[in-house]
């Protein structure tokens, strides 16, 4: 019977064993409802064939809705995430809370040296990466070659605002439904308030002086909101108010923007036949200045970082360096072309002939170089980054500036009334932060 009983005992060890090899570890990651994320989505079956052990779930969120959960969870500690899509702005506050896992022990072929300095720069806290960017961003106007030929103008590469507004103007046909320029109107600190800070930048604009009092009553944010609003008045779609990154890249697709000022990471899906019908017309230029010396783009990376919560961290980071790879890039270029990899990250990837192919490439790469997020503006100011400020507070601030904005654009309140809100706003809410 003993004999019996210590068999038995090692059989059950063995079963046990061997079901702890083969046990799966689910990791959850958190993203944005945008096209190259969605992208990746479809590409994970080479993932899981590396790694069967490891299974993917995913949280697929419009933009604002994944900030809020992601913040939410992360602050809480809440451990609902394992990878986070997060952004330039997030990545250098939540890496000194300490709420991240540093990065900088991925494998060396992941090779951190390759990642564009401005980008990795953005990433890094005293020395350590808190994130692997998936794709680089600055932002460009993306155009209609045709519309533009027949309203018998040129597009220069570094346009000015006068000339985009002369060319919205040519362009517009609303009769026919097509509208010179489509621009971010949706309420939120990374949706209008992205595009309308970093055009705010070109007209020599600030969020705040050197000691940190806000500049809504100033004569330069006035032009600059003032500014958007005839040309969206003017030259815009119909509901701007309710339209985002999205929106605008389905209207721009279907044929109705004569311009589109947006992240330079569009190229690759208005310029795609697939699902573009003006995917041969499209011409990509600088965004617009004013004369000033600060042109009218942000910088952005879209990155992947692991929460301190999460109890899965070193699956996770398979996961990590494997979707920001240079063989992720390949996959891609592989299976959809070069002109759909995730751009905007990688040295090797500029300097890829293939890639240098690609018709928005060099102008990526232009706008990206272009955009300095430690002097970000023509007059000084105390803080850096492009398209916010990179101090906790602004999201929330920025956020309800945004809704007065997209207030003033859907007719109601004006331009006077809601920059005197965004000012009295941030006044108090900087003043309750201490500042």
């Given at each position: 019977?003993k004999?019996?009983t210590?068999l038995?005992?090692v ?6 064993a061997?079901t702890a090899?083969h046990?799966?570890t689910?990791?959850?990651i958190?993203?944005?409802n945008?096209g190259?994320?969605i ?9 899981t ?12 969120l419009?933009e604002?809705?994944?900030r809020q959960?992601v913040?939410?969870?992360?602050a809480?500690?809440?451990g ?5 899509t997060?952004?330039?702005?997030e ?6 809370q300490?709420?991240l896992?540093s990065l900088?022990d991925?494998p060396?072929?992941w090779?951190?040296d ?12 005293d ?6 960017p998936?794709y ?6 993306m ?6 030929e ?11 605002w ?7 103007a040519a362009m ?10 489509c621009?971010r109107?949706?309420?939120?600190w990374?949706?209008n308030?992205?595009?309308?800070t970093?055009?705010?930048n070109?007209?020599g604009?600030?969020w ?7 500049q809504?009553d ?5 032009t ?5 609003m005839?040309?969206?008045?003017n030259?815009?779609?119909p ?6 990154f999205?929106?605008?890249l389905s209207?721009?697709q ?6 589109w000022?947006d ?18 017309k ?7 200045d004013?004369g000033?010396g600060?042109?009218?783009n942000?910088l ?12 899965a961290t070193e699956?996770a980071?398979?996961?990590?360096a ?15 072309g070069?002109a759909n990899?995730?751009?905007?990250t ?12 690609v018709?928005f490439?060099?102008?990526?790469l232009n ?5 300095d ?5 023509v007059?000084p100011?105390?803080?850096t980054?492009?398209q916010?400020?990179a101090i ?5 601030i ?5 809704q007065?904005?997209s ?8 331009v006077?009334?809601?920059?005197a809100?965004a000012q ?6 900087m ?5």
């Open positions: 019977m004999q019996n210590s038995s005992l059989s059950v060890a063995a079963i046990l061997a090899v046990a799966e689910t990791i959850t958190a993203t944005v945008n190259d994320m992208r990746m989505q479809g590409l994970t079956d080479d993932f064939a590396q790694n069967p052990d490891i299974k993917l779930e995913w949280v697929t419009e604002n809705v994944l959960r913040t939410q969870d992360i809480a500690k809440g609902q995430f394992d990878v986070m997060i952004g330039t702005y990545v250098p506050i939540w890496g000194a300490d709420w896992v900088n991925l060396d072929e090779d951190a390759d990642i564009l300095p401005a980008i990795r720069g953005g990433l890094t806290v020395g350590e990466l808190y994130a692997a998936f680089g961003e600055s932002s460009m106007v155009y209609r070659t045709d519309l533009m027949q309203a018998g103008l040129e597009m220069p590469e570094a346009p000015s006068g000339f985009i507004k002369e060319a919205a517009t046909d609303k009769d026919n439904g097509i509208y010179g320029i621009l109107g949706k309420a939120g990374g949706e308030m992205a595009f309308l970093a055009m705010s070109s007209f604009a600030r705040f002086d050197e000691n940190w009092r806000p809504f100033s004569e330069q944010w006035a600059t909101l003032n500014t958007y005839d040309l969206m008045n030259y815009g779609p509901g701007a108010s309710t339209n985002g999205n929106e605008n209207l721009f279907q044929g109705k923007c004569g311009m000022i992240a330079t990471v569009a190229a690759s899906f208005v310029t795609n036949p697939t699902d573009s019908t003006v995917a041969d499209v011409g990509f230029a600088l965004a617009a004013a000033l600060k042109r009218g942000w952005w990376a879209w990155s992947l970082a692991i929460p301190t919560g999460s109890d699956e980071k398979k996961f990590v494997w979707a920001t790879s240079k063989e992720y890039t390949a996959l891609v270029a592989a299976n959809e070069w990899v995730p751009p905007g990688r040295t090797s990837l500029y300097e890829n002939p293939e890639y240098a192919k018709p490439a060099a102008m990526t706008s990206i170089n272009s955009a997020p430690t002097a970000p503006t007059d100011v105390p803080y980054g492009v916010f400020v906790p507070e602004f999201a929330g920025a956020t309800q500036v945004g007065e904005f207030a003033a654009l859907a007719g109601q309140q004006t006077e009334e809601a920059l809100k009295i706003l941030t006044a108090e809410e003043e309750a932060a201490g500042y």
